[in-house]
Structures are given as C-alpha cells and as structure tokens.
C-alpha cells in the first residue's frame, strides 16, 4: 500500500500516525512545500517572545519521521492531483502514485486590497519561515504596524511587542478577536495588550499606504518601519476542486474524512467540518479539529474504521501570561460573572450548553467542554451549580460513575 500526504502539520502527522498503528510496512511519504521538520505553528509567536527557541519548535522528536519509517519531501510542491490514474503531479513534472491520499494542505494568508500596498514590504504570520524573515527586522526603535486584530495579528502582536518601539493594531471591526470574543471580553484582552504599548484603531481600515505610512479612513496616519498583514487565511482547496472534487469554503468530506473523489481524503484547515453546537458545516481552523481529522482519515486509509462526528469550534490562547478559553456557538440565553480582570459567559438554551467564553478561568474548564462534545442535556445535571462552579458533582450518580469507570 502506498500512502501520500500532502502537508506536514498537525493534520498529516495525525494521519501517519494512525497509519502506522494498523500498516507497518506500507509505503508513506510526505509532501510539504516548507523546508522545515513538522513544528508547532502555535508556537511561532512564542519563538519571537523567546519563550522558546528552533529546537524546541519541533512538534515531534527529531527522529520521527525515521523511526515511523516515513519518506519526507520537503520543499516540494504538490500542483494537481490526478484523481483517475491515482497520482500526485509535483511542480517539477515529477509524479507519485498513490493507492490512499491525504490532502492536509491548510490555509494561506488573505491580503487584502489596499491601495498604495505595493510601494511596501509586508510579512505576513502563518509559518516559520514567516517568524524567521519578521525577526530579522525586529529592533527596538522601529514601529510595526499590523493589519488584523484577529487571533493572528494578536498572536503576532504578543511576539514582538516587546522587541520594538511601538506597535500598532488596524482592524475594521469593533473590537479585537471578533470572531471569538464579545465586547467584554475583548476588553480585557485589550487592556493587557496595552499595558505593553500597543495601540488600537479599531472600527477602522486603511484608505492607502505611502511608503512607510498609512493613512486611514477615520484621517489618522499611521507611520511605520515594520508592516504586518493579518486580515485572515483562505483554506488550500484547489488540489481537491481542480481534480474535481465537491468543495464549499473548504474541502467537503463525509465523517470519514473522505472527498467525493475515491480514495482521497482531506483534513485541517483546508477542510470543512460538521459543527454539532450549530448544526452546520462550517471551517474550523483550530489544532485539536486537525488532530481529531487527521487521526481519522489516517485510520480509515490503512483499512480501519473510524468517524469523526463531534466537531466543536475551541479556542485556547494566552496573551502575556493572561489565558482565553472559548468554545461552541453563541445563541440562547446567556449568564456572566464578572469579577475584577475574569469573565465567564456561558450561551445555553433549553436543552444544552451552546458555548461558553471564559477569560483568565482556565480551571475546569474541561467539564463545559464535555457539555458540549457530549451534547449533554441540561436536565441531566444541575446547571444552576455548573453555572457557578463547574465540577462533576453537578453530573448525576451513573455519569460520575461512567466517567470514573472511564479512568480505571
């Protein structure tokens, strides 16, 4: 049997794994398009921090693709698949057969338009290699400016802070991670990150750029030495839609994590996935979705049998020691507690828990999350004490037992 993944990051090595677990002597290869040993993408704003450095980036031992016995291209471009003779084209002309194919390609930066971008140099925050061009402009007197104030222009923004003379957040919405937070808890993920220099314009965008300056559409003009574009990521479906694969937003697959092309599967961020808190199919660009994908299709390539069905949107970030966990979706009812720099926001309806946003209350957060993974209705436990203290006495008397069986 011969196995090709396309992509060297947490989806892809979860499937190679769950390869090896049921084929030890199949042939696996994996193709990426960076040069680097499969690291941890999270971990890149941390390298800047200095929190951590090029050896520890590594997302498994140095030794792993040797030890799993698995064929590594790197720097090497996938650019069609062909889906009738079973084969991968690679930029040189080159071509791979394969009998089983993952396609875990990921996403790439979106760049806006903007006018008058082009008269400068920008870097963008998705890869290593995008940590590594950033460093080696960084100094203290220089003034970065970044455009996105989502989980990658934060993330970004907590690496170099530090590091430079200013730094400075454009973002069209009204407040920072609009995607996951409310109001109130993008305000105090806001005061932390101006407690180490940066400022915000938010509710505004760029009306043009000079060179080493933007200007506004509010009339602030924004002078700059450094330029950062965050404005979002575009899941990599082409491989999967040019060879004539059903695509949406992302690459469409079945709770196997099959395309609708025999024989190629897909997963991580290039892919969409069935959101039991909301009951559609959306993206969801988050680490432990890739893991559980990828572990998935790997299973189902080597002959086994497994389904990925209870996929929910999750956040964890940290900023500057400050810790924000957000889960499910937000509609229903909702109850908060705010107290001093903590916030907690739970989104329930009737039945069940919706989702949850918890800011700097990392402690038991897991017992939301099992409301939410196990659609858990809320007759079944005393939510009015889950509100308040989550733990499982709330549970009733057979869940706590299934639980503890569970750990025996």
């Excluded at 109130?184 to 990150?193: D, H, I, N, R």
């Amino acid at each position: 049997m011969e196995y090709v993944i396309i992509g060297n990051s947490t989806a892809g090595i979860a499937a190679a794994e769950s390869i090896r677990k049921l084929d030890a002597s199949g042939k696996v290869t994996i193709l990426s398009d960076e040069p680097f040993h499969t690291y941890g993408r999270p971990l890149i704003s941390y390298y800047l921090l200095g929190k951590t450095d090029a050896e520890h980036m590594n997302y498994r031992p140095a030794d792993f693709y040797q030890k799993n016995n698995i064929r590594t291209l790197f720097s090497v471009r996938a650019e069609r698949i062909d889906a009738v003779k079973k084969q991968v084209v690679l930029q040189d002309g080159k071509k791979l057969k394969y009998d089983k194919l993952l396609v875990a390609t990921g996403s790439r930066p979106f760049v806006p338009p903007m006018e008058g971008l082009e008269k400068n140099e920008y870097f963008t925050f998705m890869t290593y290699a995008d940590a590594l061009a950033l460093k080696k402009q960084l100094s203290p007197e220089k003034k970065v400016l970044i455009i996105g104030a989502g989980l990658i222009g934060l993330k970004c923004l907590e690496g170099i802070a530090d590091r430079v003379g200013k730094v400075s957040v454009v973002d069209m919405a009204p407040h920072v991670l609009p995607s996951i937070l409310d109001e109130y808890g993008a305000f105090l993920v806001q005061k932390q990150l101006e407690k180490h220099g940066a400022q915000f314009y938010l509710s505004d965008s760029v009306a043009s750029f000079e060179k080493g300056m933007a200007n506004l559409k509010s009339g602030a003009r924004i002078p700059f030495d450094i330029l950062v574009v965050a404005a979002g990521v575009r899941p990599n479906v082409e491989l999967v839609r040019d060879a004539g694969g059903k695509v949406g937003r992302g690459i469409l697959t079945d709770d196997r994590q099959e395309t609708s092309l025999k024989d190629v599967y897909a997963a991580g961020d290039c892919t969409e996935s069935y959101d039991i808190t909301c009951n559609q199919s959306r993206i969801l660009a988050l680490l432990p979705n890739a893991q559980f994908q990828g572990a998935c299709a790997g299973t189902n390539m080597a002959g086994g049998e497994a389904h990925f069905t209870n996929a929910v949107p999750m956040n964890a970030i940290g900023f500057f020691g400050s810790h924000v966990l957000t889960a499910g979706s937000y509609f229903g009812d909702t109850y908060e507690e705010k107290r001093g720099e903590t916030y907690k926001k739970l989104f329930f309806d009737g039945e069940k828990l919706n989702g949850f946003i918890l800011v700097d209350l990392p402690e038991r957060a897991g017992i939301y999350t099992s409301l939410l993974r196990g659609k858990i209705s809320l007759s079944e436990v005393d939510f009015e004490a889950l509100k308040r203290d989550p733990g499982l006495i709330a549970f009733s008397a057979a869940y706590r037992a299934e639980k503890l069986a569970r750990r025996v």
